[in-house]
């Protein structure tokens, strides 16, 4: 009987159907006797057999003659065993065709006591398949156990009870657990969340199951040992058939960065603390000096300027004596910082897009430059207080009857090396326009440092000047115009005139304001023009204004009573 004898497996039915039920079998039939002797065989068209031909007759040959050796002994075993026992005997073997492996799952059938029919399907897809899933399998557990964090599934039933149906081997070291006791428990690992955290812990679980959001929450856990544990969590939620949700996601243990960041707002804390204390105290400064620009009587000014000079220095004095301090204290976190980056080179995607995100380099080479920069701003208050301490001494020089002129020449000899300087191939030319002045009484040494503070700024405008490509395209020389003339009977004045840059108009209003500065962050204390004004107003009864227009220049005007009231009668006494 043949395998393609249509009585042998189907009946009463036409040829045509029954030849199609036979091709549509992917299967090799071949039927052996116990010597191995192919009695029939068919091969389906649809399907490659690497060691059969449809257009080959394999009948009255021996097995061997049609498969390797080992293949063909092996068979033979199971035709025996399946002939001997009357049981379907299922096996499966693989060959090596042209540089590639063939899989086959082989089932024998007993047909009679010499007789078996033997089925032959090739499976190597599966098995592919099969090696493929090992292997992402095999390479799923080795990222799982080199993670430095927990990969977990977590599920959250429609009744409220969760449990966590995957939990890496990392949870030993870092939950102090082992998978298995989260598996049977998961009370285990809920329970050592932080009892402040649990609330904020449930409600963004309850919020991602309901949205089927993204969840992520950072909190504490309390390990079995009393560890403090800070971990950060994400996973991703998807519905279940049955109603449930189920997070996929990976756990972090970020309790040395938390601890580097405690200890950085700690010390950032303290820094604006400090920052604040400073601010109020430059403020109370501001007002204190406000006050005694108006105080009549300089003798008291010295006293006052001292104590508020003497109050300023314990606070001072604190900041500076602790910057060496923040600056080793940030230096051994940056340590730490590089020594986590060090052991742990490629941190999780999330570590690495906030390391890019507060671009934590800039913040490691910048923070030396801004402790520097307050080291100068405490050494720069110093000088203030030193300014202020020779301010409040102004008053020592005795009231004389003089000639400005002569006090005008000195300050520019002083200032000769300022004014014969090369800038940039400038010189800055000075001119003098005096008028026939009567002495007047003035305290020469005052006046003498309000003309040379005016005549400096003067200088230090037109170093500006210099460097502007708008002011250079209107202008062939620095200039400074020193005019003096008789306004009255009463009075006299000092006009400083520079062809610089010139002052803002919103800037004229507070130029004689204590510690305002239009020079660059550095280069002024902001006390010059103050203290000169205060020399004008209250030491010698005039005044000191300003008048400027942008790159047009500055105009410094000083406005003095020729004679003062309080000590005219003894000068007419004692005339020159």
Known sequence: ??????????????DRSYQLLLEAIPDIMLRLNRAGVCLDFHVPRSVAFPLFSAGV?????????ILPPHLAAQRMVYVERAIVTNEVQVYEQELEVDGHWQYEEVRVTRCSEQEALVIVRDISARKY?????????????RLAANIPGVLYQFRLSLEGEASFPYVSAFSQELFELEPEQIYHNSNLLM????FEDRAKLWESTRQSATTLQPWHWSGRMIAPS?????????SKPERQADGSVLWDGVILDVTDRKVNEEALRRSEAQLRQQAIDLENTLEELKRTQAQLIHSEKMSSLGQLVAGIAHEINNPISFIYGNLCHANDYFADIFDLIHLYQKHHPQPHPEVEERIAEIDLEFISSDLEKLLNSMRTGAERIQDIVLSLRTFSRLDEAALKRVNIHDGIESTLTILQSRLNQDYQG???????????????DCFAGSLNQVVLQIITNAIDALEMAIQNPQWLAHHQQPTIEIYTERVDAEQVQIRIIDNGVGIAETEQAHIFDPFFTTKPIGQGTGMGLAMSYQIVTQQHHGSLKCRSMPLQGAELVVTLPIRQIEVQSQLRSHPF
């Open 1 to 14: 009987m043949s395998i393609n004898d249509r009585n042998y497996l189907v009946s009463n039915q036409d």
């Open 426 to 440: 400038y010189k800055i030319k000075v001119t003098r326009n005096y008028a026939e002045l009567p002495r007047i």
């Open 57 to 65: 007759d394999w009948r009255g040959k021996f097995l061997w003659e």
């Open 226 to 234: 009393g560890k403090l544990i800070w971990i950060q969590a994400q």
């Open 129 to 141: 398949a099969q090696i493929a899933l090992q292997r992402s399998e095999a390479r799923f557990q």
């Open 191 to 194: 329970n050592q969340v932080h």
